[in-house]
């Protein structure tokens, strides 16, 4: 079991650019919660999704920020027109249905904002 | 919204000793507390949890407890070993259900 792929691991981008940012859950895993760490700082909720819907999306900023997580494929989290306050790790983490508050998290995407 | 506090921010023990770390939350409605251990530039890593119908558990050299009541509960580490050094995260399920919401983590230090 390769467990929950996230890539890029690292992502480089200037203010007003589009961040991509996908998620590759564990084998068998319904669900996807995406989730924002600062640096020496804890994890923040941002959105969680199931496939072809978003669930709770309480904790995504309002504007240049969304999330899918389509039948097919991995889930995105995307950010446009970044700015350098959304530099910041971006994890992903799965649960399988039955169990969605077992979650278990990728390795992370770095976003740096130059 | 839900609160979690989490404290001491950094603790340093010696090899062998035990390092407890302990965490509040706000939401009465909260009903599953994992722990987290994160390595630098790694992925959090669950090592242990429990729900609220359960007071105590425990997986080897690690224990959690909970007291519903006074709505706080802690990770106990036994026998440190250096490899046990890494940012330890506590969480609580929200209101909403899944979504968890994380304590701001401690830093573990483990010397020979």
């Known amino acids: 079991n390769a467990g929950v792929m996230q890539n890029p691991r690292h992502l480089v981008r200037r203010r007003g650019q589009e961040a991509r940012l996908r998620c590759s859950p564990m084998?068998?895993?319904?669900?996807v919660y995406w989730y924002r760490q600062l640096p020496e700082e804890g994890l923040k909720f941002m959105v969680y999704?199931?496939?072809?819907?978003?669930?709770?999306e309480s904790g995504m900023p309002k504007e240049r920020f969304s999330a899918e997580f389509p039948k097919e494929g991995p889930s995105i989290l995307r950010i446009q027109q970044v700015v350098r306050g959304d530099s910041a790790a971006y994890f992903c983490?799965?649960?399988?249905?039955?169990?969605?508050?077992?979650?278990?998290f990728g390795p992370g995407t770095r976003l740096l904002v130059l | 919204g839900e609160n979690v506090e989490q404290h001491p921010s950094t603790l340093s023990v010696q090899e062998g000793d035990s390092a407890v770390i302990k965490c509040t939350y706000s939401?009465?409605?909260?009903?599953?507390f994992p722990w987290y251990k994160q390595e630098l530039g790694k992925r959090p890593q669950l090592i242990i949890d429990?729900?609220?119908?359960?007071g105590e558990k425990k997986d080897q050299r690690i224990a959690v407890t909970l007291n519903k009541t006074a709505k706080h509960f802690s990770l106990h580490i036994t026998e440190t070993q250096p490899e046990d050094s890494a940012v330890y995260f506590c969480?609580?399920?929200?209101?909403?259900?899944?979504?968890?919401?994380f304590g701001k983590g401690t830093s573990l230090l483990v010397t020979p």
């Open positions: 969480a609580a399920s929200g209101n909403s259900g899944y979504a968890l919401n």
């Open positions: 429990i729900r609220s119908n359960v």
């Open positions: 084998k068998g895993h319904s669900h």
């Open positions: 983490a799965s649960s399988p249905q039955g169990s969605e508050e077992t979650q278990y």
């Open positions: 939401d009465s409605a909260s009903n599953y």
């Open positions: 999704l199931q496939k072809e819907n978003i669930i709770d």
